[in-house]
């Protein structure tokens, strides 16, 4: 089974979208909560928790106990996505005689707890768990609280009680976002150690720093601490955590308030505020353009491919992106399914295999098994009912669907019909079989086209840009419409990996910053372009910004 | 000699009884589960009883989960702490939660050492303000009883009826003032002695001295209606109104503060459908202090909770009214 990974982040990049319909519309709220814990919603709601929209009071279900319950709008929006009512009702957020009331309300199909007075979840859970144990049910039982949330001490009640009752039937998240309501936690009331100057990254670079784990430990808990926006990582944990008996078990999720949305990210003027609508159009863009990272490893030692993998890994790849190539399709040869069964144990990072391989069809299932996550398979060996076999496999072992074509391929007209349905579409912008060539620059023109083209049919996966992509091109890609993007020599072949990667990362925060300002200038010229620039107060985006929106004539 | 019976021990043992028959009947504790007498239950339904230890947020907290997926917890301790301890975590977790028509959680509140009588632990442990904090929460039924014949017959009954309900107990052993025949029924008060000049309405131990207030002023030819308004929410308010038509007076009591507690929701009542005088009987908005049992009846005299004092609010009442 595959990670599910696009199933996921395409629902959580919906739900934060609806966050922010909701709130504009409400003309309050808390986006920066609901957007600290985004990832950990989406993989409860669209991977583990088993509930039935249509009849919410299912007694088999598994339970969601929101209990920072401020961040209802995060719990609303994936209530919408996942169906327990239309969409279009986020917008009646906070208003009167809506079901969707400032804090998670029973009247909300799907709300498990009426939260909002902070410290009461826990003690909660403990009493759904209870039951559940008298009657012998096996649902689990998933609470989300908050590190403000942790300054009340029914919390460190309800530690003891779990732990006394032995309730494995709960797995809490901690979304340790850093930020409560007046301040930074840990000037507010230290979690960990308390903070010394306005650095909050400070706290997120040294592990030695962080105690709160250490606290629930000390309560008898098994305690998981991860990265709360990597997927992969969340599932790691929830695995787990489910698998753990005998004692309850909690997620220390370190997470970015308002994650996602750059001027609200980490400031703490964004918990409990909702964006002004004219800025609804730009937040939204800015959330369909998050972008990841995929090394190539095969630029690498093909002698030792693990070690290629842990540089990745110890890079901060988002994907480790494995180019499959069986000497027919290309006339090189890589590795098969083999290897990658032999490399999946080295990391949870999602592998998005790329298959250069002839007859896909016949091979696929062989990669799944490998512990693939994304598979992308090339249109030139696939037609309509191959496709569709490769398509159907990989979606019920929840392995990610992708469709590639090669420098010289349009997309052939057989494949418009998955476009909706498709998670990653990989434009090559080098002829496959080797490692290190230069980027075909009519690759540019041609993503642009396709982006155009897949936006129009309902294409809600990311374009992959993959071949000789590097630092130079980066950021045109980017604007050409690409999300994801593969870097064989240009990452693996260096000697600082992270760096590297770190680098890419700039530039491509750089194009989206100039794709956004740009944005606010056709929306509403220099006058919404300097507002949108005076919202990033934390760090030093703003001069950045500034530095854009003067080159592009803007002010 | 009136009997002396233990409400807390009819508690204990009217649970060992409803948990026999139904089975989502379950028990939680805070370290006082052998002063509540639930410990028996715990014995016999080891897998539907809790102790929390001495944490009634978490307690009163878990105890709405529970009843959140169906169980009927019996959530007990202490009246200073409970309501005390956890005001916000019974409006957020057990009285707000609504749904399907059913308003609130299942939740049975009930505690004992209720009032001045606690005695020699002091004022810090007599809870004199709980009428007042459990009956303005919204779909919070508010029950207290008068003898352990109907703390017997309540316990039974809420546990039959949906809802969040606070039922206070006594610390000390009180006189049945009911027969065990008496039959119960929330929002309806129980007519003890008929009479035409005043009427006496009381709940808690107070209704005995109700009780005896009426048989003495009977000897000075003044005739009381004697009511045991146990039911303080939902309250009885056609009876109040017919009270006040037929006998012109109300006099309250209870072991409770004045402001905002039994006397107040009864002259609320009054006050909207046939204004009579009141006078309420009751701790006049100031803390106790300790008392050993042999001296509880004098912190009550200090008090003005009599049954002496019941009456001359009477002849009070009915000097001023002519």
């Not at chain 1, 998933?142 to 309800?158: F, H, P, R």
């Not at chain 1, 601490?225 to 909690?250: C, F, M, W, Y």
């Not at chain 1, 809600?460 to 091109?473: F, K, R, Y």
């Not at chain 2, 703390?151 to 027969?179: C, D, N, W």
Request: proline content about 4%; some cysteine; glycine content about 8%.
């Amino acid at each position: 089974m595959g990670l599910n990974y696009y199933h996921i982040l395409k629902r959580v990049r919906e739900a934060r979208k609806l966050v922010i319909r909701g709130t504009t519309s409400a003309g309050s709220g808390h986006p920066g909560g609901s957007f600290s814990m985004a990832e950990m919603m989406g993989c409860m709601y669209y991977k583990y928790l088993r509930y039935d929209p249509k009849n919410p009071l299912w007694p088999d279900r598994d339970r969601l106990v929101l209990s920072k319950g401020h961040a209802s709008p995060g719990l609303f929006s994936n209530l919408a996505v996942a169906g327990y009512f239309d969409k279009s009702e986020i917008e009646s957020l906070r208003k009167f005689e809506s079901i969707l009331q400032g804090h998670p309300d029973y009247k909300c199909p799907g709300v498990e707890f009426c939260g909002g007075s902070l410290g009461l979840g826990l003690s909660f859970s403990i009493g759904i768990a209870l039951a559940a144990r008298i009657d012998d049910k096996k649902h689990h039982i998933y609470t989300i609280i908050g590190d403000g949330e942790s300054d009340e001490g029914q919390v460190w009640e309800a530690a003891m009680a779990a732990s006394k009752f032995k309730l494995d039937n709960i797995t809490v998240f901690l979304d340790r976002n850093f930020i409560q309501q007046d301040d930074y936690t840990e000037r507010v009331m230290p979690l960990d150690e308390e903070l010394i100057g306005d650095d909050i990254s400070e706290m997120w670079k040294n592990a030695a720093r962080w105690k709160v784990g250490d606290k629930w430990r000390s309560f008898g808990w098994n305690v998981l601490e991860i990265d709360g926006h990597r997927i992969e990582q969340i599932v790691k944990a929830v695995n787990s955590a489910l698998q753990t008996k005998g004692t309850p078990s909690i997620i220390v999720a370190r997470t970015i308030k308002g994650k996602s949305v750059e001027h609200m990210e980490d400031n703490p003027k964004w918990h409990g505020v909702a964006p002004n609508p004219q800025f609804s159009p730009i937040i939204e863009l800015e959330i369909d353009c998050q972008f990841l990272t995929a090394p190539s490893i095969i630029a690498g030692d093909m002698a030792n491919l693990e070690n290629e993998v842990k540089r990745a890994v110890h890079g901060r790849a988002d994907f480790i992106h494995l180019d499959v190539m069986d000497g027919m399709f290309v006339p090189n040869k890589t590795f098969d399914h083999e290897k990658i069964r032999q490399l999946r144990p080295v990391t949870q990072i999602p592998f998005d295999g790329h298959l250069m391989i002839n007859e896909p069809v016949k091979k696929v299932k062989n990669y799944v098994d490998a512990g693939c996550d994304i598979i992308t398979v090339h249109a030139e060996v696939c037609d309509e009912s191959s496709f569709g076999e490769i398509h159907d496999v990989l979606r019920s072992n929840e392995v990610s669907v992708g469709l590639a074509i090669n420098p010289e391929t349009e997309l052939p007209s057989w494949a418009e019909r998955f476009i909706p349905d498709l998670d990653q579409f990989i434009v090559m912008s080098v002829v496959p079989g080797k490692s290190g060539q230069k980027y075909i620059e009519s690759t540019h023109e041609k993503t642009q086209k396709i982006a155009k083209f897949l936006a129009e049919r309902k294409f809600e996966g990311l374009i992959e840009a993959d071949g000789g992509v590097d630092l130079s091109n980066v950021e045109s890609c980017f604007l050409d419409g690409a999300r994801v993007f593969v870097g064989g020599s240009a990452i693996i072949e260096q000697k600082d990996v992270r760096g590297t990667i770190a680098e890419f990362r700039k530039r491509l925060m750089h194009a989206r910053r100039k794709l956004l300002i740009h944005k606010a200038y056709s929306l509403g010229g220099t006058e919404l372009v300097n507002k949108w620039i005076d919202l990033h107060e934390v760090g030093k985006k703003k001069l950045e910004l500034l530095q854009i929106a003067k080159e592009a004539g803007f002010v | 000699m009136t009997e002396m019976t233990d409400m807390r021990t009819v508690y204990g043992e009217t649970l060992i009884k409803i948990g026999e028959e139904n089975p989502n009947v379950v028990v939680v504790g805070a370290d006082t589960t052998d002063s509540l007498k639930t410990r028996p239950f715990g014995k016999k339904f080891p897998n539907r009883f809790f102790n929390i230890g001495i944490a009634e947020a978490n307690l009163i907290t878990i105890a709405a989960g529970l009843a959140n997926e169906g169980k009927i917890p019996f959530a007990s301790t202490y009246a200073v702490f409970l309501p005390g301890r956890c005001v916000d975590q019974i409006r957020n977790a057990i009285a707000y939660p609504s749904r399907n028509g059913q308003n609130g959680l299942n939740v049975k509140m009930v505690v004992s050492h209720g009032g001045l009588t606690v005695g020699a632990d002091g004022g810090s442990h007599q809870q004199i303000e709980d009428i007042a904090i459990m009956r303005v929460i919204p779909n919070i039924k508010v029950l207290i009883p008068a003898d352990a014949v109907a703390v017997e017959k309540l316990i039974r009954l809420i546990s039959q009826v949906h809802g969040p309900f606070y039922m206070r107990m006594a610390r000390s052993k009180t006189p049945l003032v009911h027969s065990r025949e008496q039959e119960f029924e929330i929002g309806k008060g129980i007519i003890l002695r008929d009479g035409s000049d005043c009427t006496i309405a009381s709940c808690g131990i107070t209704v005995k001295m109700a009780l005896e207030a009426a048989d003495s002023l009977k000897q000075e030819g003044i005739s009381c209606k004697v009511i045991d308004l146990f039911s303080i929410k939902p309250i009885d308010a056609s009876l109040i109104e017919k009270a006040a038509r037929e006998t012109g007076g109300i006099v309250t009591s209870e072991e409770h503060n004045i402001l905002a507690g039994f006397g107040s929701a009864v002259s609320e009542v009054v006050s909207e459908t046939y204004p009579v005088p009141m006078r309420r009987i009751g701790v006049r908005d100031q803390f106790g202090e300790s008392a050993r049992d042999s001296e509880i009846s004098l912190l009550l005299q200090k008090h003005g909770i009599t049954s002496i004092h019941i009456a001359n609010a009477v002849k009070d009442i009915r000097s001023k009214t002519r």
